[in-house]
């Protein structure tokens, strides 16, 4: 397993990368910062302060996200000058690529909750269920690997798949109704819930919080059992691309 | 004794030919320079060479093992130094080699000294704490180097290692490529610089459209074109110089202007070079004249008809 001793270097490489830090660290905690100030101790009709779900959405929208970050360390690595190099070494290459998307999302995990720690520490949010909210973040970001890593398997050109990730994620904000309210029909109405993975992750978490476990196991299990099912598509993908 | 060797080797990217039944043998502890064109399959030779290519047809022995060539424990044994350069630029010089230090196993306290070995080896060691965004083009490369070496490879595959660097770091690379073949390490160099094949170089392989043309040492390659002068006379103006009259000499071979530079390969013994001169003075001003042996550039240009840097210099 020598595809392991390059994990630390992985999530190393990743930590030192100074643009995504300010992507999806820096820019969430102004934003959440702004909204805080803006919405000072404004109650929700759940008796909870008003700017606690927006802080959870705006958590959970920025994991959307973190797939790029697993798409283009995939790609520098496997796909650019340095695939000649990478393919010489004595190691399973696809397990290379596991390993790489695993770290991506151990790292989108980390700044989840270090957002958390900020919202909490700083901004007043108090979190009811630490553990079910990293679980959560962590499907999320799980199913943004995968279909970033999808996407950028079945497009010839990375910049596409760069701006099919930007759609994906942004796409997802907007059909979750955060934006602005979506048309009233069967489609968006699905779109806006159990086809959203923003919507499911963050209705698991209310609900949680309100204490329906039931439901929220329901909306976490859509969202496992859809990174099982993507899952093999892109392993599959992926093998034709890396042949 | 043979370390690794291509027999029959053809490989194809759809309708074009790019190895045409390549045969190369490397031989333990020698610098094998590949010199070729842009486009002889120099390239596509190193990547079946590594397996990163399959061939069509061929096979390949590395190690002794035609079986698995490419297996994980053969590729322990080889080293490639990649054209581009290949370091991760978020990592430090150190931690560059380590990562490749522990791809090939090497763990605890060994990784550290072979990765300061390394770094020592290529003149780097001052700078093992520094991230290569920082650094000139040349230490760029050197490091590129040191993250193929800390394995110890029997085989070092390096392909053009000192494109577009200073000749101080250019000195460095050759002198470590030396000492590496002094240690027992078998190189295979190539580049599209004939100076460095000519002083590092123990056999020269030339490669066009796809097959090896020549091989031999520097001088059995040069001694297969003993047969021909060189001139190299310089004009005042060269424009001015009708090339078509000076190729219609008896004996005469080839004619090519670089400036204001002629250059006439003839037949040994042809006696016309008054002839030549005379021809010149009618144009233009003679300014010098000087008679050159043969080297390995002349021998690549008779085999191939082509100047190893002509993309480069007109780039």
């Known amino acids: ?243 | 004794m043979t370390i690794a060797s291509l027999q029959g080797v053809v490989k194809r990217y759809g309708t074009q030919l790019v190895l045409d039944g390549v045969d190369l043998d490397l031989h333990e502890g020698e610098i094998l320079g590949l010199l070729g064109p842009n486009g002889a399959g120099k390239t596509t030779l190193i990547q079946t060479l590594t397996g990163m290519t399959p061939v069509d047809r061929g096979t390949i022995n590395l190690f002794g093992d035609d079986r698995h060539p490419f297996s994980h424990a053969n590729r322990e044994k080889l080293g490639l130094v990649t054209q581009e350069i290949t370091v991760f630029d978020e990592l430090t010089a150190r931690e560059n080699v380590l990562f490749f230090a522990g791809v090939y196993g090497i763990k605890g306290e060994e990784k550290k000294r072979r990765a300061a070995e390394a770094l020592a080896f290529v003149g780097l060691e001052d700078r093992a704490d520094k991230r290569p965004a920082k650094f000139s083009g040349g230490m760029k490369r050197r490091l590129n180097i040191a993250c193929a070496l800390t394995h110890r490879p029997r085989l070092l595959i390096m392909d053009e290692p000192t494109v577009g660097i200073d000749p101080q770091s250019r000195n460095h690379i050759l002198e470590a490529v030396t000492r590496l073949r002094d240690r027992g390490t078998t190189i295979l160099y190539t580049t599209h610089y004939m100076e460095e094949v000519q002083a590092i170089a123990s056999r020269v392989v030339i490669m066009d459209q796809g097959q090896i043309i020549q091989e031999g040492t520097v001088d059995e390659l040069v001694r297969t074109i003993q047969h021909e002068e060189k001139v190299s006379i310089d004009v005042t103006d060269a424009s001015l110089v009708d090339r078509g009259r000076l190729e219609q000499i008896a004996g005469i071979k080839q004619v090519t202007v670089h400036g204001n530079k002629l250059t006439v390969i003839s037949a040994a013994g042809a006696g016309n070079l008054d002839r030549i001169i005379t021809i010149i003075k009618e144009q233009t001003g003679l300014v010098g004249i000087q008679a050159d042996k043969p080297n390995l550039e002349d021998v690549f240009l008779t085999l191939t008809g082509k100047q190893l840097r002509d993309k480069e210099e007109g780039s």
């Not at chain 1, 909204?35 to 404004?42: C, D, E, Q, T």
């Not at chain 1, 398997?153 to 109704?177: D, H, N, P, Q």
């Not at chain 1, 109405?189 to 929220?216: H, I, K, Q, R």
């Not at chain 1, 909306?219 to 093998?239: C, D, K, T, Y």
């Open chain 1, 1 to 243: 397993m020598r595809v392991l001793s390059t994990v630390p270097w992985t999530l190393r490489r990743m930590s030192r990368d100074y643009l995504v830090l300010l992507l999806l660290l820096g820019v969430p905690i102004v934003l959440l910062s702004l909204f805080s100030y803006l919405m000072g101790n404004a109650m929700a009709e759940s008796g909870r302060l008003l700017f606690h779900d927006t802080a959870q959405q705006m958590i959970m929208s920025f994991q959307l996200f973190s797939g790029s970050v697993v798409m283009s360390y995939l790609y520098y690595d496997l796909f650019t000058e340095k695939r000649m190099r990478i393919f010489t070494l004595p190691f399973n290459k696809s397990l290379y690529a596991f390993s790489i998307m695993l770290c991506g999302t151990v790292y989108s995990l980390v700044l989840g909750v270090l957002l958390m720690t900020y919202a909490q520490l700083v901004l007043g949010v108090v979190w009811e269920h630490w553990v079910w909210m990293s679980y959560n973040l962590l499907l999320l970001s799980v199913v943004s690997s995968i279909v970033s890593l999808i996407l950028m398997f079945s497009v010839r050109s990375f910049k596409t798949a760069e701006r099919l990730t930007e759609i994906y994620g942004v796409g997802f904000i907007v059909l979750a109704g955060l934006f602005f309210p979506m048309p009233d029909n069967a489609v968006m109405n699905f779109l806006g819930s159990y086809g959203n993975p923003l919507t499911l992750s963050d209705g698991a978490v209310t609900a949680m919080a309100n204490g329906e476990a039931g439901e929220a196991w329901l909306q976490a299990n859509v969202l496992a059992a859809a990174s099982l099912v993507l899952f093999p598509l892109m392993l599959l993908l992926g093998r034709r691309k890396m042949r």
